[in-house]
C-alpha cells in the first residue's frame, strides 16, 4: 500500500526581519511543471519575525490562518490524487513540456512528433486542453502535414501512422503517471497504413557493399555492416556501449541492452565478424563518431558506388538481418527474438518475402 503524503508548513527566516512560508511534503512529490520530485513548495507569504506591535502581530496571525487553508487544500488534493501542485491542478501543467522532456529521452522520432504536435497547437498547450476531440485533430492534422525540414514535400501516408502511434503511446505513459483521468487512446483510432516494399540487399550485395570503401566515413560502412549482422536499428547502434557487450555462457559474445523503441531488456549473441566490426575492447561509444546524418547522402553515395540501384536506407539493413536469416534456414521464432518483436506477426512479413523468392527461384528452372 502506498504512503500518503504528509504535508506541513514550516517556516523559513529569510533577509529583513522576514520569515518565509512553505510547505514541506514527505515523502516528495511530482512538480508536473518542471516533472522534478521536490518536498516544497513556498507558498510567496511572509510573516515579521518579531512583530513590534499589534497591526504586525494581527498582520501574521492572518497571515498564518492563509498559509494553513494553503496546507488543508493541498492535502484534500493528495487524498483526492490531484497532484497538479498540487490542485493548481495538472489540467494547467504545461502539455508541451511535459511532452518534450519525454521526447528528450526517446529517440529522432519523438522529437519529430512533438515539433509537428507543437506546430498544430501553435506552441502552447495544457494537460486541460489534450481532449478526445484536440487529439482527433491532430490525427487530422498529420494525415495532410508536411515535411518539417522540406515544406514542399508531405510526410507518407505510413510516416503519419508511425508520428500518431507515438502520440498515442505518450497518452499512455501520461495517464498511468495520472496526468489524465481516463485513457485517451480508448476513444482514438489508429492511422492506417499502405503497404510498401520492404526493400533488402541479397547476400551478395551485402559482401559487395564490404568490399567497397567507403573512405570519407568509415564508420557509417562499419556500423552499417553490423546491423546487416546482427538487426540492431539505427537508435540502438547509435548509443551501443562497450559495457554492453560480454561473454556468453557458451563461449562467445552477446549484447546485454535495453532497446529504444520497444524498451525491450534483450541479450542478444554476436558472431565473431559482427564482433570484430566493434574493434578492440575499452570503454564509451562502440561507434563513436556515429551521426544519424550520414545515414542520408553519405549513405546513398556509398551504396550507389558499390554499384546497387536499390533505394536503400540504414533501416534496410535491418530487413536485410531478417530476410538473409529466414532464408538460410533459420526459424522464424528465433529471428523474431533477434529483431526484439514483441509479436511473431511482426516477423512474419519477411517469411512472406522469402516465400515469394523461392516461388521466383523455383520458376527460373524449365524445360520448355
Same mark, same amino acid.
Given at each position: 500500500?502506498?504512503?500518503?503524503?504528509?504535508?506541513?508548513?514550516?517556516?523559513?527566516?529569510?533577509?529583513?526581519?522576514?520569515?518565509?512560508?512553505?510547505? /514541506?511534503?514527505?515523502?516528495?512529490?511530482?512538480?508536473?511543471?518542471? !516533472?522534478?520530485?521536490?518536498?516544497?513548495?513556498?507558498?510567496? $507569504?511572509?510573516?515579521?519575525?518579531?512583530?513590534?506591535?499589534?497591526?504586525?502581530?494581527?498582520?501574521?496571525?492572518? !497571515?498564518?490562518?492563509?498559509?494553513?487553508?494553503?496546507?488543508?487544500?493541498? +492535502?484534500?488534493?493528495? $487524498?483526492?490524487?490531484?497532484?497538479?501542485?498540487?490542485?493548481?491542478?495538472?489540467?494547467?501543467?504545461?502539455?508541451?513540456?511535459? %511532452?518534450?522532456?519525454?521526447?528528450?529521452?526517446?529517440?529522432?522520432? =519523438?522529437?519529430?512528433?512533438?515539433?509537428?504536435?507543437?506546430?498544430?497547437?501553435?506552441?502552447?498547450?495544457?494537460? &486541460?486542453? +489534450?481532449?478526445?476531440?484536440?487529439?482527433?485533430?491532430?490525427?487530422?492534422?498529420?494525415?495532410?502535414?508536411?515535411?518539417?525540414?522540406?515544406?514542399?514535400?508531405?510526410?507518407?501516408?505510413?510516416?503519419?501512422? &508511425?508520428?500518431?502511434?507515438?502520440?498515442?503511446?505518450?497518452?499512455? +505513459?501520461?495517464?498511468?503517471?495520472?496526468? %489524465?483521468?481516463?485513457?485517451?487512446?480508448?476513444?482514438? /483510432?489508429?492511422?492506417?497504413?499502405?503497404?510498401?516494399?520492404?526493400?533488402?540487399?541479397?547476400?551478395?550485395?551485402?559482401?559487395?557493399l564490404a568490399n567497397t570503401p567507403c573512405d570519407d566515413y568509415p564508420i557509417l560502412k562499419t556500423a552499417s555492416l553490423f546491423s546487416c !549482422?546482427? &538487426?540492431?536499428? $539505427?537508435?540502438?547502434?547509435?548509443?551501443? /556501449?562497450?559495457?554492453? $557487450?560480454?561473454?556468453?555462457?557458451?563461449? &562467445?559474445?552477446? !549484447?546485454?541492452?535495453?532497446?529504444?523503441?520497444?524498451?525491450?531488456?534483450?541479450?542478444?549473441?554476436?558472431?565473431?565478424e559482427a564482433l570484430d566490426l566493434c574493434g578492440k575492447r575499452g570503454k564509451g561509444k562502440v561507434f563513436k563518431g556515429l551521426q544519424r546524418?550520414?545515414?542520408?547522402?553519405?549513405?546513398?553515395? =556509398?551504396?550507389?558506388?558499390?554499384?546497387?540501384?536499390?533505394?536503400?536506407?540504414?533501416?534496410? %539493413?535491418?530487413?536485410?538481418?531478417?530476410?538473409?536469416?529466414?532464408?538460410?534456414?533459420?526459424?522464424?521464432?528465433?529471428?523474431?527474438?533477434?529483431?526484439?518483436?514483441?509479436?511473431?506477426?511482426?516477423?512474419?512479413?519477411?517469411?512472406?518475402? +522469402?516465400?515469394?523468392?523461392?516461388?521466383?527461384?523455383?520458376?527460373?528452372?524449365?524445360?520448355?
Amino acid at each position: 500500500m502506498a504512503t500518503l503524503t504528509r504535508v506541513h508548513l514550516r517556516q523559513r527566516d529569510v533577509t529583513r526581519g522576514r520569515i518565509s512560508l512553505y510547505l /514541506d511534503y514527505y515523502p516528495a512529490i511530482r512538480d508536473p511543471y518542471s !516533472m522534478k520530485m521536490t518536498r516544497r513548495e513556498y507558498l510567496g $507569504i511572509y510573516i515579521y519575525a518579531r512583530p513590534k506591535n499589534e497591526f504586525e502581530k494581527e498582520f501574521n496571525n492572518e !497571515m498564518l490562518m492563509k498559509a494553513e487553508a494553503i496546507r488543508s487544500i493541498r +492535502v484534500q488534493a493528495i $487524498i483526492n490524487e490531484e497532484f497538479g501542485f498540487l490542485d493548481k491542478n495538472k489540467a494547467k501543467a504545461d502539455f508541451l513540456i511535459y %511532452f518534450k522532456t519525454k521526447a528528450e529521452k526517446k529517440d529522432q522520432k =519523438w522529437m519529430k512528433v512533438y515539433l509537428h504536435f507543437s506546430n498544430f497547437v501553435k506552441g502552447k498547450c495544457t494537460f &486541460g486542453e +489534450v481532449t478526445v476531440d484536440l487529439c482527433n485533430r491532430f490525427r487530422d492534422y498529420l494525415q495532410d502535414a508536411r515535411q518539417l525540414k522540406n515544406k514542399n514535400y508531405p510526410i507518407s501516408q505510413n510516416s503519419a501512422s &508511425g508520428y500518431f502511434s507515438t502520440f498515442r503511446a505518450l497518452l499512455k +505513459v501520461a495517464y498511468k503517471e495520472k496526468f %489524465f483521468r481516463e485513457n485517451l487512446n480508448d476513444f482514438l /483510432d489508429s492511422i492506417e497504413t499502405t503497404d510498401v516494399k520492404k526493400e533488402y540487399l541479397t547476400l551478395d550485395e551485402v559482401k559487395l557493399l564490404a568490399n567497397t570503401p567507403c573512405d570519407d566515413y568509415p564508420i557509417l560502412k562499419t556500423a552499417s555492416l553490423f546491423s546487416c !549482422m546482427t &538487426g540492431l536499428r $539505427i537508435s540502438d547502434i547509435l548509443k551501443l /556501449d562497450r559495457k554492453e $557487450i560480454e561473454p556468453a555462457s557458451d563461449g &562467445g559474445y552477446c !549484447m546485454r541492452l535495453r532497446t529504444e523503441k520497444t524498451e525491450t531488456e534483450t541479450t542478444l549473441p554476436i558472431s565473431d565478424e559482427a564482433l570484430d566490426l566493434c574493434g578492440k575492447r575499452g570503454k564509451g561509444k562502440v561507434f563513436k563518431g556515429l551521426q544519424r546524418s550520414m545515414t542520408q547522402q553519405p549513405l546513398k553515395a =556509398w551504396v550507389v558506388s558499390a554499384g546497387i540501384t536499390k533505394h536503400i536506407t540504414f533501416h534496410c %539493413f535491418r530487413h536485410t538481418f531478417a530476410t538473409l536469416q529466414i532464408a538460410l534456414g533459420t526459424d522464424i521464432y528465433t529471428v523474431s527474438k533477434m529483431l526484439t518483436h514483441k509479436n511473431v506477426s511482426t516477423t512474419q512479413i519477411y517469411a512472406d518475402l +522469402v516465400s515469394s523468392k523461392k516461388r521466383e527461384s523455383a520458376n527460373k528452372i524449365s524445360l520448355k
